[in-house]
């Protein structure tokens, strides 16, 4: 608000622009009559005045407030005098003088609509946007820039939709026109030919609306659903490339909604809205005009509704944005709830946990009917106070048309014609009005659509290194590293240690040693705090990423299979593999044999996510998927903990068979390992020990206490 002492000032100076004009008066002795002409041209001439004097007086930030009240403080009267001059139909005229009461009066009352006013639309230097709603417009609005930026491929049909917008909606203003002039005729004496050229006008209007409507809603869905394709294209690149501590925190469902729902929302909000504001926009001047041509009086009148609606809808956003925010967080539980009940069915059923998933969905369910239920009360009132605004202008806007009509200032059709364009005008101006603020509240939408679509990854790029020759040694320099999730807990403490070239090498140790944080690092899921994972001696993120990634392979403890066939899932990622190269690689990994027998062989489908296979054969078939690459570097995690003895022997046979592969074995059964070239015991994240199965069993420390400890295990559970 500006400071008090400049609205005093700016009143002091307008108190004696109306002494001044009195003692003008005076000095005509009462010949001179202020009529509506020169009230309006007196007015105008303070406007000026004050408005300068506003600008010297009001604080910088406070000069648009200032300015509206003085706009309001000058016109008011020149506009009072002339609703007062359509309702009376005679002019009035202040005589002899202007009262101190009605220079008051005028004050005050320009106080009050000027705070109604401000209300209902808060300007930019009203206290209700204050620095950081600002922002946040500028913001909205930088984003649908960056949505139409978006749309830039697409400005042939979108400027084709357009063209036809701006068709459709001047032809749809001109329907009542027509409608007016049918409906004179036959109220008047009937004339055959203006009535079939009024007819004719009016099919005409409405034949080429209706079809320029057609073409723009056929083209802006065109271009709608190829912005859609393109974002949804983008987003999904990137979320290809982030590093997995943040699919760890962002949970799969909300990664999903934002690909699907939200970037539909973005555009189909976004998109809909400026079709809805030119739309409204072409409408309004058209109608505007038409309806001027008609009456003034009844268009003044129409325009007073606005400004009551708009302080309404002001009320009722406030309101629509809080429930709107609250079920769109009850919807995402919701779907959360669903997606990790039906996911995880198997678990559900085993901990006979149903009646809870049931109970947690309902409770849910009834959060969000709530509110569903409170928002429709909100919505009904909001719709009848409306209602009630509407209607009673209506009724206003009758009366004086019937007052025009009697004093032949207006026919009937043309009455008929307004009331048309009336009811579509008031339309019009309230997408006017409200669509530019439901653009940038929809706008929020892309927000998070932008915001995962701009995210950069939190590894270090990788390099371009491709080195024709590797010899696949691999180094831990000093490793200490922590999940992002959990900064304050280290899973790797200083960590030393070395992967000899085409050796084998097992990680073992107790649960929670960090074995798998050392795989996770070699695949450069995560980056280390400290130190440095070294491949051949130089640091794994100088090498390019393809590169590594052909280099490498690792088949885990639970491996992710996609729904698809066998042979699918086996050259998955490759592109032209021969039926030879996948045979053999399932040979290597001891599944052929249970494939042949199969119906389809190696088109057999392994169903989602290969829920039609056991775990072990889950795990054979991803054995295959690594050695059909040939990797330099093979990592087993738990790989074959699944697998018969038999089956497991036959795999570690072809894998030791395998000259200068650099191999990463990790296993808890320590038979298994027995006959790696290394083994490295871990526990609390830190290298224990290291040697051969030999030398570790002489030394007589953790790895023999741990290897007798399993071994009495077993022999218990064998008695
Ligand atoms: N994704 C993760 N986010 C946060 N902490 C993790 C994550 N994975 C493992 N940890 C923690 O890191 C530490 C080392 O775990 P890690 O999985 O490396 O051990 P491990 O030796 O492979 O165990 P196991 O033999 O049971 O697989 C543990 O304290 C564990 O709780």
Same mark, same amino acid.
């Given at each position: 608000m500006a400071h008090p002492i400049a609205y005093v000032i700016v009143l002091c100076c307008d108190l004696t622009l109306w002494l001044s004009l009195l003692t003008g008066l005076l000095w005509f002795e009462g010949t001179f009559r202020l009529d509506l002409i020169w009230l309006s041209a007196f007015r105008t001439l303070s406007w000026v005045v004050l408005n300068g004097a506003s600008s010297v007086v009001g604080y910088k930030s406070s000069r648009p407030l200032l300015k509206h009240w003085v706009a309001l403080l000058c016109f008011l009267p020149a506009a009072y005098e002339t609703v007062q001059t359509l309702f009376s139909g005679t002019q009035r005229g202040f005589t002899p003088v202007p009262t101190l009461g009605m220079v008051v009066l005028n004050a005050v009352a320009a106080t009050l609509v000027y705070l109604v006013w401000e209300k209902a639309f808060p300007s930019n230097g009203s206290p209700k946007k204050d620095a950081k709603n600002e922002r946040k417009d500028q913001e909205a609005k930088a984003l649908l820039l960056r949505v139409i930026h978006y749309s830039k491929p697409d400005f042939l049909y979108l400027g084709a939709a357009f063209l036809f917008l701006i068709l459709a909606a001047l032809f749809e203003s001109c329907i009542p026109y027509y409608v007016g002039k049918v409906t004179d005729v036959l109220s008047g004496k009937y004339k055959h030919g203006k009535f079939k050229w009024a007819i004719g006008f009016m099919s005409l209007y409405s034949f080429g609306s209706s079809m320029f409507t057609g073409l723009r809603g056929g083209l802006f869905m065109c271009s709608l659903s190829r912005l859609n394709k393109r974002i949804r294209h983008l987003l999904f690149q990137n979320l290809m490339k982030q590093e997995i501590s943040f699919f760890e925190e962002n949970k799969p469902g909300s990664l999903t909604s934002r690909l699907v729902s939200d970037t539909d929302k973005m555009g189909r909000s976004v998109a809909m809205n400026v079709n809805i504001l030119l739309r409204s926009l072409v409408k309004t001047c058209g109608m505007l005009v038409s309806m001027l041509s008609l009456s003034w009086q009844l268009t003044l009148l129409t325009c007073v509704e606005m400004p009551i609606l708009a302080l309404l809808q002001n009320y009722y956003n406030i309101f629509y944005q809080f429930k709107r925010q609250e079920l769109q967080d009850c919807k995402a539980e919701i779907e959360q709830l669903a997606s990790s009940a039906i996911g995880a069915v198997r678990t559900v059923r085993s901990f006979r946990a149903e009646a809870q998933e049931q109970k947690g969905y309902e409770e849910a369910l009834n959060r969000k009917l709530q509110i569903q239920i409170r928002k429709g009360i909100y919505s009904a009132v909001h719709l009848l106070l409306r209602r009630f605004v509407t209607v009673s202008l209506r009724v206003a806007m009758l009366l004086l048309g019937h007052h025009l009509i009697s004093s032949g200032q207006l026919s009937n059709g043309s009455l008929l014609a307004f009331v048309l364009y009336q009811k579509e005008m008031v339309t019009s101006m309230k997408h006017l009005v409200f669509v530019y603020g439901d653009i940038l509240n929809t706008v929020w939408s892309a927000e998070k659509v932008f915001q995962l679509l701009d995210r950069r990854p939190k590894v270090r790029e990788a390099g371009d290194l491709v080195p +024709?020759? =590797?010899?696949?040694k691999l180094t831990f320099e000093n490793v200490t590293f922590s999940y992002p999730c959990r900064?304050?807990? +280290?899973? =790797?403490?200083s960590v030393n240690l070395e992967l000899r070239e085409g050796k084998m090498t097992a990680l073992v140790g107790p649960s929670g040693g960090g074995k798998s944080s050392c795989i996770s690092l070699l695949q450069r899921f995560y980056e280390p705090q400290e130190g440095e994972v070294l491949l051949d001696g130089v640091p794994l993120h100088h090498y390019q990423h393809q590169y590594l990634r052909n280099q490498m392979a690792a088949v885990s403890q639970n491996p992710e299979l996609f729904s698809g066939s066998v042979r699918y899932n086996i050259e /998955? #990622? =490759?592109? #032209?593999?021969t039926m030879e190269k996948i045979m053999e690689a399932a040979r290597r990994a001891s599944i052929d044999e249970f494939v042949c027998r199969l119906?389809? #062989? /190696?088109?057999?489908d392994v169903g989602e996510c290969g829920k039609q296979l056991s775990s072990g054969q889950k795990q054979c078939i991803a054995l295959a998927r690594a050695l059909i690459r040939h990797p330099k570097i093979l990592i087993l995690d738990e790989a074959t903990s699944y697998l018969d003895a038999n089956t497991q022997h036959a795999v570690q046979e072809t894998l030791s068979g395998s000259a200068g592969q650099t191999v990463l074995v990790v296993a808890h059964r320590l038979q298994t390992i027995e006959k790696a070239d290394h083994i490295i015991f871990m526990e609390n994240g830190m290298v224990m020990e290291q040697g051969t199965h030999e030398h570790l069993m002489a030394r007589r420390r953790r790895y023999y206490q741990l290897r007798e400890k399993l071994f009495t295990l077993d022999s218990d559970q064998q008695n």
């Amino acid at each position: 608000m500006a400071h008090p002492i400049a609205y005093v000032i700016v009143l002091c100076c307008d108190l004696t622009l109306w002494l001044s004009l009195l003692t003008g008066l005076l000095w005509f002795e009462g010949t001179f009559r202020l009529d509506l002409i020169w009230l309006s041209a007196f007015r105008t001439l303070s406007w000026v005045v004050l408005n300068g004097a506003s600008s010297v007086v009001g604080y910088k930030s406070s000069r648009p407030l200032l300015k509206h009240w003085v706009a309001l403080l000058c016109f008011l009267p020149a506009a009072y005098e002339t609703v007062q001059t359509l309702f009376s139909g005679t002019q009035r005229g202040f005589t002899p003088v202007p009262t101190l009461g009605m220079v008051v009066l005028n004050a005050v009352a320009a106080t009050l609509v000027y705070l109604v006013w401000e209300k209902a639309f808060p300007s930019n230097g009203s206290p209700k946007k204050d620095a950081k709603n600002e922002r946040k417009d500028q913001e909205a609005k930088a984003l649908l820039l960056r949505v139409i930026h978006y749309s830039k491929p697409d400005f042939l049909y979108l400027g084709a939709a357009f063209l036809f917008l701006i068709l459709a909606a001047l032809f749809e203003s001109c329907i009542p026109y027509y409608v007016g002039k049918v409906t004179d005729v036959l109220s008047g004496k009937y004339k055959h030919g203006k009535f079939k050229w009024a007819i004719g006008f009016m099919s005409l209007y409405s034949f080429g609306s209706s079809m320029f409507t057609g073409l723009r809603g056929g083209l802006f869905m065109c271009s709608l659903s190829r912005l859609n394709k393109r974002i949804r294209h983008l987003l999904f690149q990137n979320l290809m490339k982030q590093e997995i501590s943040f699919f760890e925190e962002n949970k799969p469902g909300s990664l999903t909604s934002r690909l699907v729902s939200d970037t539909d929302k973005m555009g189909r909000s976004v998109a809909m809205n400026v079709n809805i504001l030119l739309r409204s926009l072409v409408k309004t001047c058209g109608m505007l005009v038409s309806m001027l041509s008609l009456s003034w009086q009844l268009t003044l009148l129409t325009c007073v509704e606005m400004p009551i609606l708009a302080l309404l809808q002001n009320y009722y956003n406030i309101f629509y944005q809080f429930k709107r925010q609250e079920l769109q967080d009850c919807k995402a539980e919701i779907e959360q709830l669903a997606s990790s009940a039906i996911g995880a069915v198997r678990t559900v059923r085993s901990f006979r946990a149903e009646a809870q998933e049931q109970k947690g969905y309902e409770e849910a369910l009834n959060r969000k009917l709530q509110i569903q239920i409170r928002k429709g009360i909100y919505s009904a009132v909001h719709l009848l106070l409306r209602r009630f605004v509407t209607v009673s202008l209506r009724v206003a806007m009758l009366l004086l048309g019937h007052h025009l009509i009697s004093s032949g200032q207006l026919s009937n059709g043309s009455l008929l014609a307004f009331v048309l364009y009336q009811k579509e005008m008031v339309t019009s101006m309230k997408h006017l009005v409200f669509v530019y603020g439901d653009i940038l509240n929809t706008v929020w939408s892309a927000e998070k659509v932008f915001q995962l679509l701009d995210r950069r990854p939190k590894v270090r790029e990788a390099g371009d290194l491709v080195p +024709k020759k =590797l010899e696949g040694k691999l180094t831990f320099e000093n490793v200490t590293f922590s999940y992002p999730c959990r900064p304050n807990e +280290k899973a =790797l403490k200083s960590v030393n240690l070395e992967l000899r070239e085409g050796k084998m090498t097992a990680l073992v140790g107790p649960s929670g040693g960090g074995k798998s944080s050392c795989i996770s690092l070699l695949q450069r899921f995560y980056e280390p705090q400290e130190g440095e994972v070294l491949l051949d001696g130089v640091p794994l993120h100088h090498y390019q990423h393809q590169y590594l990634r052909n280099q490498m392979a690792a088949v885990s403890q639970n491996p992710e299979l996609f729904s698809g066939s066998v042979r699918y899932n086996i050259e /998955y #990622g =490759l592109h #032209g593999c021969t039926m030879e190269k996948i045979m053999e690689a399932a040979r290597r990994a001891s599944i052929d044999e249970f494939v042949c027998r199969l119906e389809q #062989g /190696y088109d057999t489908d392994v169903g989602e996510c290969g829920k039609q296979l056991s775990s072990g054969q889950k795990q054979c078939i991803a054995l295959a998927r690594a050695l059909i690459r040939h990797p330099k570097i093979l990592i087993l995690d738990e790989a074959t903990s699944y697998l018969d003895a038999n089956t497991q022997h036959a795999v570690q046979e072809t894998l030791s068979g395998s000259a200068g592969q650099t191999v990463l074995v990790v296993a808890h059964r320590l038979q298994t390992i027995e006959k790696a070239d290394h083994i490295i015991f871990m526990e609390n994240g830190m290298v224990m020990e290291q040697g051969t199965h030999e030398h570790l069993m002489a030394r007589r420390r953790r790895y023999y206490q741990l290897r007798e400890k399993l071994f009495t295990l077993d022999s218990d559970q064998q008695n």
